[in-house]
C-alpha cells in the first residue's frame, strides 16, 4: 500500500506570496492532519481533516487554512508569507484520527 | 498547558549498546502513547505504542515503558545500530477520541560506531 505522500517537495517563496501544498493520504484513510516543524518549535500541529470537515484547530494565525477533498486528498494554503513561516510542512493520515498516524516525507518550505 | 517534555535533548552510543530515550507527560488524561523515528531529510516514522492500561509494549529490538504514576515513557532500544541514529518523538493523545496529538520535543539520538 503506497505511503502518504507530499507534493512538492521543496519550495521557495518570497514574503506576501501565497502556497499550496497538497497530501495524498494512505488508501483507505480519512483523517488528515497537518503540522509545522522548525528548530526552534519542534512538530506543532496544524488542524486535522476528516471527511472534509475540520476536526481540530491549533494555535496559528488564520493565513494557514486548509480542505480535504471528497477523497481524503488534502491542501493547506498559507497566505501572506512570512520569514518565521520557513518549516518542514508535514502531512499525516491515519484511519479515523485518534490511531497511529503515518507521515509524509514533508514539504520544505523557504520564505525569502 | 499540556506539554510532552523529553529529559534529554541529545543521546550519544556505542554501537551495540542499548539506549534509553525518555519522556514526559504532563496530561494525566492520556491514554495513548506513540514513539516516533524521524530520520534526517524524512518525515516521523512510527515506531511503537502503548495504551494507558498497559505497562510494558515490547516490539522488534523496541520497548517502551509506561508508568502512569509519574507521568512517564521511556523508549529502549537494544543493541543499537548506526541505523538508528535519528532524532525521536514520544506524542500523547489525550484521549481516545479525536483530539489532536501532542509531540514532545525530540531527542537526538547518535550511535558511534
Known amino acids: 500500500k503506497a505511503g502518504v505522500t507530499q507534493t512538492p517537495r521543496y519550495l521557495i517563496k518570497t514574503r506576501g506570496q501565497q502556497v499550496t501544498l497538497s497530501c495524498s493520504p494512505i488508501?483507505?484513510?480519512?483523517?488528515v492532519s497537518w503540522y509545522q516543524q522548525t528548530p526552534g518549535q519542534g512538530l506543532q500541529f496544524l488542524f486535522e481533516?476528516?471527511?472534509?470537515?475540520?476536526?481540530n484547530k491549533g494555535n496559528f494565525p488564520g493565513r494557514f487554512s486548509g480542505r480535504q477533498f471528497s477523497n481524503s486528498r488534502s491542501e493547506m494554503n498559507v497566505s501572506t508569507l512570512e520569514l518565521g513561516d520557513s518549516a518542514l510542512y508535514l502531512c499525516?493520515?491515519?484511519?479515523?484520527?485518534?490511531?497511529?498516524?503515518?507521515f509524509g516525507p514533508g514539504t520544505r518550505l523557504l520564505v525569502l | 498547558g499540556e506539554s510532552v517534555g523529553l529529559h534529554l535533548p541529545t543521546l550519544s552510543v556505542q554501537e551495540g549498546d542499548n539506549s534509553i530515550i525518555n519522556c514526559a507527560y504532563s496530561n494525566s488524561a492520556s491514554d495513548y502513547f506513540i514513539w516516533y523515528k524521524q530520520e534526517s531529510g524524512k518525515g516521523p516514522q512510527f515506531i511503537i505504542d502503548i495504551r494507558s492500561n498497559m505497562d510494558k509494549r515490547q516490539g522488534q529490538r523496541v520497548t517502551v515503558l509506561l508508568n502512569k504514576t509519574v507521568k512517564h515513557l521511556s523508549l529502549q532500544i537494544a543493541a543499537t545500530q548506526p541505523g538508528d541514529s535519528a532524532v525521536y518523538f514520544c506524542a500523547e493523545n489525550p484521549k481516545t477520541s479525536y483530539d489532536k496529538v501532542i509531540f514532545g520535543p525530540g531527542t537526538s539520538l547518535s550511535v558511534i560506531p
Open positions: 481533516y476528516f471527511s472534509e470537515t475540520q476536526r
Open positions: 499525516a493520515s491515519s484511519l479515523e484520527g485518534w490511531e497511529t498516524q503515518y
Open positions: 488508501s483507505g484513510h480519512r483523517s
